[in-house]
Structures are given as structure tokens and as C-alpha cells.
């Protein structure tokens, strides 16, 4: 069933603020949420809704929290998010990462202490906006374990890259460590259906079916070592900067367990503080127009962005039980 992103947006809000949030803290995240179910990334979307109720409900997370600036020198600065949830904490370090690379050509903001954070290239939208190419990274509860290993070690540890362009979509690239995201094995749990061998082990390293038993078990790494290597960046960058907790000090999302700490990083880069904002746009043009030059060539984040613009004007298709479920968690108790 279609749905306007206006009445999602106003269903997933209630819901989040039935369950504890803020009535701003629940418009932000309920925003991010639909957007990412707007562009097809539904392990990112509205399935999400029930899982953030449930942590507001169990005091996981704080739907009351304020973030705040800790700690802030030259081109850096750090953000608490206070055991809530991340999104108002992320828009905060976005608006000191694009401020501060304004002032000093590059800018690296951090959060501690924050919350699933969603489709990372999301939070990168404003600093393209800005004309300032965009990195976002963060870490997440044990999914991959280290190379050699079979226990979850490090997160799924997206990272994400945006690149504004004149008169154009910018180029988003955004992507999970693992073959498959998390949050698309959580849905085939949540309709009982076995996922593809090879996507993921159980808790005792061996292959598995089960979505369930992958969900307490380990990812498989994209490329296999060459993605454990960049889930460590990642941790180190997300976690060993920011003062947050490892990927292995944070309990998973999906059974009992206390507040998570998760760490996120954005970093901000003014094209016009290195050969020039004019040589930027040039030289990437000139890339883009040689790649699109062979047949079957398509940029990354293209396909998202039809989606999104598709459900802006049409709706968003959405399953009924999934309807239900917000309309259910909306109403009070």
C-alpha cells in the first residue's frame, strides 16, 4: 500500500514519541527513517521504528537526551549525544563540521555516547548542499569478526562519501562492510525466512540459514580481510577518537542489554581550500562524462535517488503488516 512520506513521517514520529522520545528528537529520526525507506533502503527504514520504540521503552536509549559540544579546537570538535538517540546529535556535528570547513578548509566532527544512526549517507546531504565533499563513518555492535577469528568482533562499520556537482544529483556512495546489511537479515527474521548461505555464520562460526542465529552470530566481510582492515579504520576512527565504546563493548540491538555508546565521525572538505572549487567540479565532470561514456555505466547513488524522487511524488510502497505495526505503536496505551 502506498503511503505519502508526509503521513509515514507523522505515523513513525507518533510512534517514537508514544514510546519516549521527544517530540523533536522523534521528528528527526522518524525524517531519516522515511527517507531511507523512500530511496529502498528498508534494513534502514521504517522496520527500524520497532526496534527504537522498544529501546526507548526499555531505557536503552534516552528520548529525552540533549546533545551537546564537549570539546571543540580549530577544525574538530566532539558532540555528546547523552544516550539518545542519534539523530539530533548528528545534526549538530554536521552543522559544526560544515561551519568549521568554511573557517579552515576541512573539518572532523565526532559523536560519543549515540545510537544507530541510520543510512549513513543521509547526514552527508547538508554538507553537499553546503559544496563540501563529505565523509561519514560510524561503528555499530559486533557483526564481523577480525580476520582469523569466529566470533563478532567489529561492526558492519558503514562508511559513506558524498561529492557535490553543479546543476546535478551529487555522487553518494554509501555502503556496509558486510556482504549484506544487518538490517536486511533483521527483516527476513521479522518475516521468517531463511537468507542465502554465505551471507553470515552463527555464534559458533559455523554457516547458517537462520537469519535469527546470524543476527547472534557474524557477517561476512566484504572482500573478505581487505573488509576486516577497514571495519578496524573505522572502529579506530569512530570510537578511539570520539571516547565511545568498540563495536565488542556494545551489547546488539536485537536482545536484552544496556545503552549502547556508539561512536560516528563526519568530515567535511572544501573543494575551494585545494586546487579550487571551479578545478573540482571540472575534473569531476570529466570523470562522470568518461565512466557514463560506456553503455551499462551508472553512478552510485543514482538508483536511490529516483526511488526518492519517485516517493515524493507518488508515495511510498509500504506492506500492510509493516503499516499496521507503526499505526499500532502510534496509538496510546
Known amino acids: 500500500m502506498k503511503q505519502s512520506v508526509e503521513e509515514l513521517t507523522r505515523l513513525a514520529a507518533r510512534a517514537l514519541q508514544r514510546a519516549g522520545a521527544a517530540r523533536a528528537t522523534a521528528q528527526l529520526a522518524a525524517q531519516a527513517l522515511v527517507a531511507a525507506e523512500s530511496e529502498g533502503l528498508s534494513g534502514h527504514g521504517l522496520s527500524r521504528v520497532a526496534l527504537y520504540a522498544q529501546h526507548l521503552k526499555q531505557g536503552r536509549v534516552d528520548g529525552k537526551a540533549k546533545p551537546k559540544i564537549v570539546k571543540k579546537k580549530g577544525a574538530t570538535c566532539l558532540v555528546d549525544a547523552g544516550g539518545g538517540l542519534a539523530f539530533p546529535a548528528c545534526a549538530i556535528a554536521v552543522r559544526e563540521a560544515i561551519k568549521r570547513a568554511k573557517r579552515y578548509g576541512i573539518a572532523f566532527a565526532g559523536v560519543t555516547n549515540s545510537h544507530h544512526f541510520g543510512a549513513a549517507a543521509y547526514h552527508l546531504a547538508p554538507v553537499a548542499l553546503a559544496g563540501f565533499v563529505g565523509l561519514a563513518f560510524t561503528n555499530s555492535p559486533s557483526a564481523i569478526n577480525a580476520w582469523g577469528g569466529k566470533k563478532a568482533f567489529f561492526g558492519t562499520n558503514p562508511i559513506a562519501a558524498i561529492f557535490p556537482r553543479r546543476g546535478a544529483e551529487p555522487v553518494v556512495v554509501d555502503l556496509s562492510l558486510t556482504e549484506v546489511v544487518r538490517g536486511k537479515i533483521m527483516l527476513y527474521a521479522k518475516e521468517g525466512k531463511p537468507i542465502p548461505l554465505g551471507w553470515a555464520v552463527d555464534k559458533d562460526g559455523n554457516p547458517t540459514t537462520d537469519p535469527k542465529a546470524a543476527l547472534t552470530g557474524s557477517l561476512a566481510a566484504i572482500g573478505g580481510v581487505k573488509g576486516t582492515a577497514l571495519a578496524l579504520v573505522v572502529e579506530l576512527l569512530t570510537v578511539a577518537l570520539t571516547g565511545a565504546a568498540f563495536s565488542f563493548e556494545n551489547d546488539s540491538y536485537f536482545e536484552p542489554g544496556g545503552k549502547p555508546r556508539i561512536g560516528h565521525a563526519v568530515i567535511a ?56 505495526e507503526l499505526r499500532q505503536l502510534g496509538r496510546k496505551a
Do not use: C, F, K
Open 269 to 324: 572538505i572544501d573543494p575551494d581550500a585545494l586546487a579550487g572549487a571551479d578545478s573540482y567540479y571540472s575534473r569531476l565532470e570529466v570523470m562522470i562524462s568518461r565512466m557514463l561514456a560506456e553503455d551499462g555505466v551508472r553512478l552510485p547513488g543514482v538508483r536511490r535517488q529516483q526511488a526518492a524522487a519517485r516517493a515524493r511524488a507518488d508515495g511510498v510502497e509500504i506492506a500492510d503488516a509493516l503499516l499496521g
